[in-house]
């Protein structure tokens, strides 16, 4: 069975097995489903253990470990290869082709993490080069615009996403994790997605991204905008993508500058209280 998925109104495909139960578990991909499509920038087919290639000749490129959830990529059989784990067990495999519009998936363990991971990995880097970032980020919506905030794990964003929900009247929260920013003919735009880290907030939505928000801890609370080569340095560490790879690179390249040229970013340095929030809002609404 194929399914069809729109999201920042890219749509993909999913195949999988007529006897796979996974589909039960994908609630979250619902609000972007869509009906069959001629065009997708990618698709994945879930195949079992006996289509799934032998993997052989396998090169690491990076290994990324975020609180348990570990993503390794690399080549393998002469193509880019993905390997999804939780807390040191194998969820997924993935293979694609060096173009990333179609990708082999098999589900180990885990599968509903391993699926999500497979596909959002996949939606980085099909979507890289036409002007569409996946962000590591909370996104809420103020006023008819949304406001984007970055940093470190740990730092407060969703502390930070809480406190606009909790003091700042006709706030609410668009995605939690992993929004979707994508330069449209009139600007840049922010999208809710199907991934949503451990928030479950799975909006189709799309709002005029307002500005960006770097926040860093501290026992004070201040904010300034950045200059466009130091907002640059502050979008790219919250992108995901292959920057090794020379097409997903200069891709995101193309977005990240045209974004700190075009769109407002800001340092919070920031106690988690809601003078912090108040302060934030009120600044970047009168930019």
């Keep these: 069975m194929k399914q069809y998925y729109r999201v920042a109104e890219h749509t993909f495909s999913v195949e999988l097995p007529e006897e796979s139960k996974i589909i039960d578990e994908m609630g979250q991909y619902l609000p972007f489903s869509i009906t069959q499509t001629e065009h997708v920038i990618f698709n994945a087919k879930v195949v079992g253990a006996e289509e799934f290639p032998t993997i052989e000749d396998v090169t690491i490129e990076m290994n990324q470990d975020d609180d348990g ?12 290869y993905f390997e999804f784990q939780l807390w040191g067990k194998c969820a997924a495999r993935m293979l694609t082709d060096t173009t990333y519009q179609h990708a082999t998936v098999l589900l180990v363990d885990e599968p ?48 930070h996403s809480s406190l606009w929900l909790k003091h700042i009247d006709g706030t609410e929260l668009i995605n939690d994790d992993n929004p979707v920013v994508r330069r449209m003919s009139d600007g840049f735009y922010v999208f809710g997605s199907p991934w949503s880290g451990k928030t479950p907030c799975y909006r189709n939505v799309k709002y005029p991204l307002g500005g960006v928000v770097q926040l860093s801890q501290a026992p004070y609370n201040k904010i300034q905008r950045l200059k466009p080569l130091a907002a640059y340095a502050a979008l790219v560490p919250s992108i995901s993508g292959k920057r090794w790879d020379k097409q997903v690179a200069e891709g995101l390249h193309e977005t990240e500058d045209m974004m700190a040229g075009e769109v407002a970013v800001w340092h919070l340095e920031c106690l988690p209280d809601e003078a912090a929030a108040r302060l934030c809002s009120e600044t970047i609404n009168k930019a």
Aim: net charge positive.
């Design 69 to 80: 959830s570990q993503i390794v990529a690399g080549h393998a059989n002469g193509q880019p």
């Design 112 to 159: 509903l993490f391993g699926i999500n991971n497979a596909l959002m990995v996949m939606y980085a880097l099909a979507t890289a080069s036409l002007q569409t970032a996946l962000f590591h980020s909370s996104v809420v919506s103020y006023r008819g615009f949304g406001y984007m905030f970055l940093g470190k794990s740990g730092t407060g964003k969703s502390t």
